[in-house]
């Protein structure tokens, strides 16, 4: 008989696999609504890990809507990449900006949930820089949130 500790094994394969991680995202930000997925969501974060790896530098996905680009892209994979790495900073754009806030105020409060704190314990938010158009970390990491037409100047992003 083993002595894992099943909570353990969850956080880790959370913290180890982006997929995993969007499906658990997913029930919390969609509590009772069934989340119907093909293998597009696996290769979605499969190509996302290699950006978190460094592996690859550009990366458009372009898929018709409601297959879950945005719930993968803009909102737990930035959250699965500094709850990683806290330092890290990330900037992600929508066509609109209420829409780019929207995602970043799912995005923190992903960061804010208890199983997500478990899994990443070392991610924190900095309290005085919390606004849905800038989430920082206290390791001086960021997720920025801006739409077309929006301001950048003298801000980057970067996960590798």
């Not at 993968?72 to 900037?91: E, M, N, Q, T, Y």
């Amino acid at each position: 008989m083993s002595d894992l500790n099943p909570v353990a094994v969850v956080l880790a394969l959370y913290r180890a696999e982006l997929f995993e991680y969007v499906v658990r995202v997913f029930a919390e930000l969609r509590p009772g609504v069934k989340l119907h997925y093909g293998h597009h969501l696996r290769a979605i974060c499969y190509k996302l890990e290699q950006v978190a790896r460094g592996e690859i530098t550009r990366l458009l996905i372009l898929m018709p809507p409601r297959h879950l680009k945005s719930h993968c892209a803009s909102v737990a994979f930035p959250s699965w990449v500094l709850g990683r790495d806290p330092s890290k900073r990330i900037i992600c754009m929508s066509y609109g900006k209420d829409l780019a806030e929207g995602f970043s105020r799912d995005t923190r409060r992903l960061m804010q949930a208890d199983w997500s704190r478990a899994a990443f314990p070392g991610l924190q938010l900095d309290p005085r820089r919390s606004a849905a158009e800038e989430l920082r970390t206290t390791q001086n990491g960021y997720r920025i949130a801006t739409s077309v037409g929006g301001a950048l100047t003298g801000k980057g992003g970067r996960t590798s």
